[in-house]
């Protein structure tokens, strides 16, 4: 049975039985308005200490950012694939570095995105079909980002679609997947459950109104059944985001409510 990249993907990024990696692939996705909030995040070395400092099991960079600034403090895992937000027609993002590529540059494991829905998908899921041939010659876990998108998709947060999103994930070779949170615990736990035995982490989207609500979204996540988060824009845009990182840590990490540590943030 071909489980043995799930198991390797826990060891490195879930040490402690849950897991937070740090997310910095915005720069090509978003473009760098999303660094105007915390401008300090527009410098990938205070994003690579942030993940340090924070104690956090991993950090996504782009190959670009990972061969100018990643440092080897946490695990790494190379974004393989990107696209601009300038584009409008149909999701495509294709390759833009190789599985052998991201293993030089000191990756554990390395991600891919799939729009299911879009008109393109067809030539997602051939890109990523040869991507998991190299994953496998390469013994390094694949994290797919699935986010089903143009189409018929009306609500990528709906959820039927993200418990789509998590079986397309599962069912084209995914060692661990980054979705969308449908807003509640209990749809959350289905999208985990038909995930099968691939973790799920859940992805921090954009910044929430106040801290305490994104806490609140993690708690239900976790709840849910999932291994944890993928978070860029909730903790690097926000202005003291160590002291953020930290208390996030001690939900995670630590089991802790919400309602304990909310007092922490002030």
């Known amino acids: 049975m071909q489980d043995g990249l799930v198991e390797k993907f826990k060891r490195i990024f879930a040490k402690r039985g849950r897991s937070i990696i740090l997310a910095y692939d915005h720069g ?4 760098p308005t999303d660094f105007l909030e915390n401008p300090d995040s527009a410098d990938p070395s205070y994003i690579v200490k942030l993940a340090r400092d924070a104690g956090f099991d991993g950090i996504v960079l782009q190959r670009g950012v990972a061969e100018k600034y990643y440092d080897g403090g946490v695990p790494l895992i190379v974004k393989l694939n990107g696209k601009t937000s300038l584009y409008t027609g149909e999701p495509l993002s294709v ?4 599985v052998e590529e991201a293993v030089s540059l000191g990756a554990s494991a390395v991600g891919y ?3 299911a829905g879009s008109g393109y998908e067809w030539k997602m899921f051939e890109e990523v079909a040869r991507i998991k041939r190299d994953a496998l010659k390469f013994d390094i ?7 089903p998108r143009g189409g018929k998709v009306k609500d990528e947060t709906a959820p039927e679609i993200v418990a789509y999103a998590a079986r397309v994930a599962l069912e084209v070779g995914a060692d661990a997947m980054k979705i969308k949170y449908t807003g509640d615990p209990k749809t959350f736990s289905w999208a985990v ?3 099968g035995k691939v973790p799920v982490l859940m992805s921090g989207g954009p910044k929430t109104k ?3 609500e994104f806490l609140k ?10 291994l944890g988060i993928a978070v860029g824009r909730n903790v690097w845009q ?3 985001a160590l002291k953020f990182a930290q208390v996030l840590g001690k939900l995670v990490y630590e089991g802790r409510k919400v309602e304990e540590l909310a007092g922490e943030l002030q």
Request: proline share 3%; charged share 20%.
């Open 28 to 31: 090509i996705e978003h473009g």
């Open 95 to 98: 390759a833009n570095c190789t």
């Open 113 to 115: 995105t799939i729009y």
């Open 141 to 147: 876990p694949l994290v797919i980002w699935s986010y």
């Open 193 to 195: 459950k038909v995930a």
């Open 210 to 212: 106040t801290e305490v």
């Open 217 to 226: 979204q993690v708690e239900g996540v976790i709840e849910a059944g999932a």
């Open 238 to 240: 926000r202005r003291d």
